[in-house]
């Protein structure tokens, strides 16, 4: 029995020792086969290794139109079924209603985006620049080119002026994040537009354009205010011409919360939104979520940082400007920067409260909105789907392919698919019958402030002959707006490159007409007194009642120690020498 057990043992080692030369022999001969490939085809098994992950890392859909034939995709709108905007306007204009086939060697959404940012092919011409004072003493550039001087094939210099009883449409522009009229999209709009024979007019964010920041106040992404008062300007200015307004990424998030805001009241005539963010709060989750759109934010960021640069004495006095150095994302830039010039207690907190999509439903003239469902920037996913199709005044036309803000087309990418969809859209509206018109008709600059309800009570100004008045925030906002005439001016002819670097001085010569103070002779010095006391009696006249009565009672009760001593000590002493004398008598 011993013996048959090692007999087995000395069997199955054996086999095991003859496996494992078999292994190793195995492994030797599959080592001798790799070495007798060529060198060149490892190489080029690397290659398509390499295409197909940057293929699906880049999205791109090269493969899926050609096996489509380059077709293109067809362009989804998404309205309510009762939508009079969609029977009248939108359901005429065949673009929206065609296929969309970018341009073949531009098939990723990132490389469209990145084309559009570092070439884009804008078109050649020259705007008229006005420069425009803010109610709280801010200034920006309004750039403009006139539809009568536009023509194919030319390179536009825009010197003539528009008349009070000028009929031709107005097309305001709002750039996008750190983009002004020089950007390339904002260049193709534009230039599209005027050849249609509209003026247009590019309205920069404060501090951009080469103009400086001449207020504490800054623009981000919900920021309304300067939007609605250069649109209430133009509609004063320009009465008889209707007005259309077209936002780009961060523009379309403020222009519709305008448009949310105003509802009814707004002299807007209809409007285009192009690649809005929507939800700002699910745009910040889902730019800091892939490597790719990590990329975006921190080029985002860059920009953001460059933009703080140029306006460091202020944000070094009303921001974190350690902060804003470290800042390696868009949320770090909001914490340090724009939260607390605009008074956010957080960075969530502002992006809530300045998201578009909340506002979406109040719209209440003719809205185009159109997002690319592959836009690296602003997500799909923050797209309010049932809130513009229960505004009946909204349509949405989303494509498969665009990128952000790009939609090229044509072999040689010389064109972008949403301008011409948007051109075509305000054309058919301003022929149709569906224009809105503004019912509740206001004094430009009256308007509610997005500040906060402690800003808006009256306080106590204290002019410099002692006088105190009680006034509000509604008459200064007034006054000041009625500058705007006075105060804006033109620049003729000027390329875009002067306007970035000399933009500066343009705006010195506002202060430099002051005139001086005469001489303080005491007759000068009486007219002055009389002036003044005049001047606050008449302000405080224009004030309700309680104002009046208010300062009659804190001027009585301030002076009645001093009375009531002086009154005693006259009549006490009257009443003493009467006493003597009466005493004398007797």
Same mark, same amino acid.
């Given at each position: 029995?011993?013996?048959?057990?090692?007999?087995?043992?000395?069997?199955?080692?054996?086999?095991?020792?003859?496996?494992?030369?078999?292994?190793?022999?195995?492994?030797?001969?599959?080592?001798?086969?790799?070495?007798?490939?060529?060198?060149?085809?490892?190489?080029?098994?690397?290659?398509?290794?390499?295409?197909?992950?940057?293929?699906?890392?880049?999205?791109?859909?090269?493969?899926?139109?050609?096996?489509?034939?380059?077709?293109?995709?067809?362009?989804?709108?998404?309205?309510?079924?009762?939508?009079?905007?969609?029977?009248?306007?939108?359901?005429?204009?065949?673009?929206?209603?065609?296929?969309?086939?970018?341009?073949?060697?531009?098939?990723?959404?990132?490389?469209?985006?990145?084309?559009?940012?570092?070439?884009?092919?804008?078109?050649?011409?020259?705007?008229?620049?006005?420069?425009?004072?803010?109610?709280?003493?801010?200034?920006?550039?309004?750039?403009?080119?006139?539809?009568?001087?536009?023509?194919?094939?030319?390179?536009?210099?825009?010197?003539?002026?528009?008349?009070?009883?000028?009929?031709?449409?107005?097309?305001?522009?709002?750039?996008?994040?750190?983009?002004?009229?020089?950007?390339?999209?904002?260049?193709?709009?534009?230039?599209?537009?005027?050849?249609?024979?509209?003026?247009?007019?590019?309205?920069?964010?404060?501090?951009?354009?080469?103009?400086?920041?001449?207020?504490?106040?800054?623009?981000?992404? =919900?920021?309304?205010?300067? &939007?609605?008062?250069?649109?209430? @300007? %133009?509609?004063? $200015?320009?009465? *008889?011409? /209707?007005?259309?307004?077209? =936002?780009?990424?961060?523009? &379309?998030?403020?222009?519709?919360? @305008? %448009?949310?805001? $105003?509802?009814? *009241?707004? /002299?807007?005539?209809?409007?285009?939104?192009?690649?809005?963010?929507?939800?700002?709060?699910?745009?910040?989750?889902?730019?800091?979520?892939?490597?790719?759109?990590?990329?975006?934010?921190?080029?985002?960021?860059?920009?953001?940082?460059?933009?703080?640069?140029?306006?460091?004495?202020?944000?070094?006095?009303?921001?974190?400007?350690?902060?804003?150095?470290?800042?390696?994302?868009?949320?770090?830039?909001?914490?340090?920067?724009?939260?607390?010039?605009?008074?956010?207690?957080?960075?969530?907190?502002?992006?809530?409260?300045?998201?578009?999509?909340?506002?979406?439903?109040?719209?209440?003239?003719?809205?185009?909105?159109?997002?690319?469902?592959?836009?690296?920037?602003?997500?799909?996913?923050?797209?309010?789907?049932?809130?513009?199709?229960?505004?009946?005044?909204?349509?949405?036309?989303?494509?498969?392919?665009?990128?952000?803000?790009?939609?090229?087309?044509?072999?040689?990418?010389?064109?972008?698919?949403?301008?011409?969809?948007?051109?075509?859209?305000?054309?058919?509206?301003?022929?149709?019958?569906?224009?809105?018109?503004?019912?509740?008709?206001?004094?430009?600059?009256?308007?509610?402030?997005?500040?906060?309800?402690?800003?808006?009570?009256?306080?106590?100004?204290?002019?410099?002959?002692?006088?105190?008045?009680?006034?509000?925030?509604?008459?200064?906002?007034?006054?000041?707006?009625?500058?705007?005439?006075?105060?804006?001016?033109?620049?003729?002819?000027?390329?875009?490159?002067?306007?970035?670097?000399?933009?500066?001085?343009?705006?010195?010569?506002?202060?430099?007409?002051?005139?001086?103070?005469?001489?303080?002779?005491?007759?000068?010095?009486?007219?002055?007194?009389?002036?003044?006391?005049?001047?606050?009696?008449?302000?405080?006249?224009?004030?309700?009642?309680?104002?009046?009565?208010?300062?009659?009672?804190?001027?009585?009760?301030?002076?009645?120690?001093?009375?009531?001593?002086?009154?005693?000590?006259?009549?006490?002493?009257?009443?003493?020498?009467?006493?003597?004398?009466?005493?004398?008598?007797?």
């Amino acid at each position: 029995m011993l013996a048959v057990l090692l007999s087995m043992s000395f069997s199955e080692e054996s086999s095991s020792s003859s496996s494992s030369s078999l292994n190793g022999d195995a492994y030797a001969l599959l080592f001798n086969a790799l070495r007798l490939i060529p060198i060149s085809h490892y190489l080029l098994a690397l290659s398509l290794l390499f295409v197909i992950v940057i293929y699906n890392f880049l999205e791109f859909h090269f493969v899926e139109d050609l096996f489509s034939g380059f077709r293109g995709s067809p362009v989804r709108l998404t309205f309510n079924s009762s939508s009079p905007i969609y029977d009248g306007v939108v359901s005429k204009c065949k673009i929206v209603h065609g296929r969309y086939l970018v341009t073949p060697w531009l098939s990723s959404p990132h490389i469209q985006t990145a084309f559009l940012h570092f070439f884009g092919r804008p078109p050649c011409f020259s705007y008229r620049r006005q420069l425009f004072r803010l109610s709280d003493g801010g200034m920006i550039a309004l750039d403009w080119l006139m539809g009568s001087t536009a023509g194919p094939g030319d390179v536009f210099h825009a010197n003539n002026f528009i008349s009070k009883d000028d009929t031709t449409p107005i097309a305001i522009v709002i750039p996008g994040l750190t983009s002004d009229s020089a950007a390339s999209y904002i260049r193709h709009l534009v230039f599209n537009t005027a050849k249609r024979g509209w003026n247009v007019v590019v309205s920069n964010h404060r501090g951009l354009g080469g103009v400086s920041i001449t207020s504490d106040c800054f623009y981000n992404a =919900g920021w309304t205010e300067d &939007a609605r008062e250069v649109i209430d @300007y %133009l509609h004063h $200015e320009y009465p *008889k011409a /209707p007005l259309f307004a077209i =936002g780009t990424s961060i523009g &379309a998030n403020i222009l519709v919360k @305008y %448009l949310g805001e $105003e509802g009814e *009241k707004t /002299p807007v005539a209809g409007a285009a939104a192009i690649c809005p963010p929507w939800d700002l709060l699910i745009g910040d989750r889902f730019i800091g979520r892939r490597l790719i759109q990590k990329l975006y934010d921190r080029a985002l960021t860059i920009g953001l940082q460059d933009y703080a640069q140029l306006h460091e004495p202020r944000y070094s006095r009303l921001a974190n400007w350690e902060g804003i150095k470290k800042s390696r994302s868009i949320r770090d830039f909001d914490n340090h920067a724009t939260c607390l010039v605009g008074k956010f207690e957080t960075v969530d907190t502002y992006y809530r409260n300045c998201s578009s999509s909340t506002y979406v439903g109040n719209v209440s003239i003719p809205l185009l909105c159109i997002s690319s469902l592959d836009d690296p920037v602003c997500t799909v996913e923050a797209i309010p789907w049932d809130e513009c199709r229960a505004n009946k005044n909204v349509v949405l036309a989303t494509t498969w392919h665009g990128g952000h803000l790009a939609f090229f087309e044509g072999i040689t990418a010389a064109g972008m698919w949403w301008v011409r969809a948007v051109n075509e859209y305000l054309g058919v509206l301003h022929s149709s019958p569906y224009m809105h018109v503004r019912k509740k008709v206001q004094e430009p600059g009256l308007h509610l402030s997005t500040e906060s309800s402690i800003d808006q009570g009256p306080y106590l100004n204290v002019s410099e002959d002692g006088m105190v008045a009680a006034v509000g925030n509604e008459q200064t906002r007034n006054s000041i707006v009625g500058d705007h005439q006075t105060n804006s001016e033109m620049v003729l002819d000027t390329e875009q490159d002067e306007q970035l670097t000399g933009a500066k001085s343009d705006a010195v010569p506002n202060t430099d007409r002051t005139c001086e103070p005469p001489a303080n002779t005491p007759d000068t010095e009486l007219r002055n007194l009389t002036a003044s006391v005049t001047s606050c009696l008449n302000q405080l006249s224009q004030r309700n009642k309680r104002s009046m009565w208010l300062l009659a009672y804190v001027a009585i009760i301030t002076t009645w120690p001093l009375v009531g001593s002086a009154l005693r000590f006259i009549f006490g002493k009257k009443r003493k020498n009467v006493l003597s004398a009466t005493l004398t008598k007797r």
